[in-house]
């Protein structure tokens, strides 16, 4: 094994997510300013009850190798439900900052609450992450994360602050593009604060790609997706399941809080139709393939594995996390309604399979959490 190169190695912080109630995963990269080199660097890490890990309850080691970005992604099992705990990394002589994290409820368990934020499109050019430092300090149990973690554009004059080189296209350039967003100390506080369950949206790849069909046309795409999601798995405190096989990934996933709350995390990128009408973002009444009942947002497999999801726990809060606007918001053009066509208003029969399983499975309750926007916007879906 070799030495660390010059410098802290830990600067990318570090991060917890994925909880259940006997483990969760902790994450994190090295990455010293003067280069991890090729070979594969020993990491150790610990968790304890307390913050000075005077009571370790799980330790170990694991190789960051070059190939993973010396990303390091620890599965901890045989924790106990519903507890807070404190991790940290350690390598050669070097020590990461402490992370806490959360293994969530016994799947018995009656919840008197689950208090949860979730964010979304952290354009690191257009300002300073204000929210992920209030967010931080507030009581939360679990972060939700709904795409747009990165935007893969080039470094343009003018904003806040500055994006690092070209445009991501290779997987070096997707991988120095998150280590760039993740050395804003805000993100990284909020990471090390509580765990996070996290999706993508477009700007993780592509802006307003649909599955394997960018909106411009492009050379090879599914090699540069294949680069973009590899890059995302090894900077998300993700499980074994969703790393990516070549251009595709397991992203969708449900996770359990007691009997109080379901959480679908969904991927509406992957397996979606091309937008309708292309190259056009808003359509009228005469773009008739809008409404065509084989269009999908998630794809034949993530519809029925919803459903039963939602079926399986009817008295339970559903909350669906996913990434564009549910609700019907179209803009009134010349008196003629002008639908987007990139949101849920460009799939309108997905739009309706989906709500009928909320009404079929006869749910309670249920949520639906929205990114992309860059608006507030609170509404009933019908």
């Known amino acids: 094994m070799s030495a660390i190169g010059t410098g802290y190695p830990f600067t990318l912080g570090v991060a917890s997510g994925c909880p ?83 293994t969530a409820p016994s799947p018995g368990a009656r919840l008197a609450r689950l208090r949860l934020a979730f964010g979304s499109c952290q354009q690191f050019e257009y300002g300073y992450y204000a929210a992920h430092r209030h967010l931080a300090d507030e009581d939360l149990d679990l972060m939700l994360f709904l795409g747009d973690y990165i935007y893969e554009g080039p470094g343009r004059p003018g904003h806040v602050r ?122 009228g009444p005469g773009c008739r393939a809008r409404t065509r009942t084989d269009r999908t947002m998630l794809g034949a497999e993530q519809e029925r594995w919803l459903r039963e999801g939602l079926a399986a726990v009817p008295g339970r809060w559903n909350v669906i996390a996913q990434q564009t606007l549910m609700a019907r918001a179209f803009l009134p053009v010349g008196g003629e309604p002008r639908y987007r066509t990139d949101t849920w208003d460009g799939y309108p029969a997905a739009r309706r399979r989906l709500l009928r399983a909320v009404v079929d499975s006869g749910a309670r309750s249920c949520i639906v959490l929205a990114g992309d926007s860059h608006t507030c916007m609170v509404s009933d879906l019908k």
């Open 162 to 283: 500055r994006h690092t080189g070209a445009e991501a296209r290779s997987l070096a350039q997707y991988r120095n593009r998150y280590a760039q967003y993740k050395s804003d100390p805000d993100l990284q506080r909020l990471h090390a604060a509580v765990p996070w369950l996290v999706t993508w949206d477009d700007h993780e790849v592509d802006n307003d790609y649909a599955g394997r069909h960018p909106l411009a046309p492009h050379t090879d795409f599914l090699r540069r997706r294949a680069a973009a999601y590899r890059a995302f798995y090894e900077h998300m405190p993700l499980r074994l399941a969703a790393r990516p096989v070549g251009s595709a990934a397991r992203l969708y996933a449900r996770y359990d809080f007691g009997r109080l709350v379901r959480v679908h995390v969904l991927d509406g990128r992957q397996h979606r139709s091309p937008q309708a009408c292309r190259p056009a973002t808003r359509v």
């Open 20 to 102: 259940l109630p006997t483990s969760v995963v902790i994450w994190t990269r090295i990455a010293p300013e003067g280069g991890a080199g090729r070979d594969p660097i020993v990491v150790r890490w610990e968790v304890a009850n307390d913050e000075r890990f005077t009571q370790v309850v799980q330790r170990g080691s694991v190789d960051a190798v070059v190939d993973d970005a010396h990303s390091v992604h620890v599965d901890v099992q045989g924790l106990e439900p519903a507890r807070w705990y404190f991790y940290r990394f350690l390598a050669a002589d070097e020590t990461s900052g402490v992370g806490r994290t959360r």
